[in-house]
């Protein structure tokens, strides 16, 4: 029981991107065995191919974080009077394409996060996932958060950071940094863009995660497997 509640787990925190069945194979060997009448590795498998965590995926489509009001990035306070400033010099348009550079990275940074998540629940305990199975309806994201959230800030800061080149994010702010800093009077500024959208699109990442455990800790509809319907049904009962 304990082995199929950590996989279960394994399979709801990570984003159904196209490398999840590399991902499924390179798990543990215990995945190899059978708890009762549980295909475990089957299972999981099942899991992953449904898509069962397919609410990260969402992020890493074109508009993923800028037009989802839920995660969508805006300016740090700093850099908002920037933005009020470059509108009132008539450049608004590239105010905006600011703000949808900033979303473009964490965007694009998301594709590359699937084996961050990976190595980091692999830390998780069997206590851990007992607990977080009969915990609320946040449980396994919030122990995610809280446990990884300092090893996957160190891994991720350098995707956002050579995201914002690979977007071209850096030039458009170098740009608007340039233009608003050149305004008479102005206090310049210097902002730590990649701190900033690193941070924020963990953020994002927490939230989508939220989303799907709470349907299928909720919805009967979304446990789409037998693992699913079988592990959860211990939770329905407490």
Do not use: H
Request: proline share 3%; charged share 25%.
């Amino acid at each position: 029981m304990k082995k199929t509640i950590l996989l279960l787990f394994t399979g709801l925190i990570i984003s159904s991107c196209s490398e999840m069945q590399q991902i499924a194979n390179q798990l543990p060997g215990i995945l190899d065995q059978t708890n009762g009448s549980l295909d475990i590795a089957g299972g999981l498998k099942e899991a992953l191919n449904n898509g069962i965590t397919k609410q990260v995926s969402k992020l890493t489509a074109t508009d993923g974080f800028y037009k989802n009001q839920m995660v969508k990035i805006l300016l740090p306070e700093e850099l908002q009077k920037v933005d009020t400033g470059l509108r009132k010099i008539g450049l608004g348009s590239l105010a905006d394409e600011g703000l949808k550079a900033i979303n473009r990275t964490a965007e694009d940074a998301v594709k590359e996060a699937t084996p961050i998540f990976v190595d980091a629940i692999k830390g998780m305990t069997f206590n851990d996932a007992k607990n977080i199975l009969m915990g609320n309806e946040s449980a396994a994201t919030t122990y995610l958060q809280s446990s990884t959230s300092t090893a996957l800030y160190a891994k991720f800061n350098p995707v956002i950071k050579n995201s914002f080149s690979k977007v071209g994010a850096d030039k458009v702010w170098t740009n608007i940094i340039n233009k608003y800093n050149a305004i008479p009077l102005v206090k310049k500024v210097n902002p730590d863009l990649t701190d900033y959208t690193t941070n924020k699109a963990m953020e994002g990442v927490f939230k989508m995660v939220a989303v799907e455990e709470k349907n299928i800790r909720t919805d009967l509809n979304s446990r789409t497997s037998d693992l699913l319907k079988k592990v959860f049904a211990l939770q329905d009962k407490k």
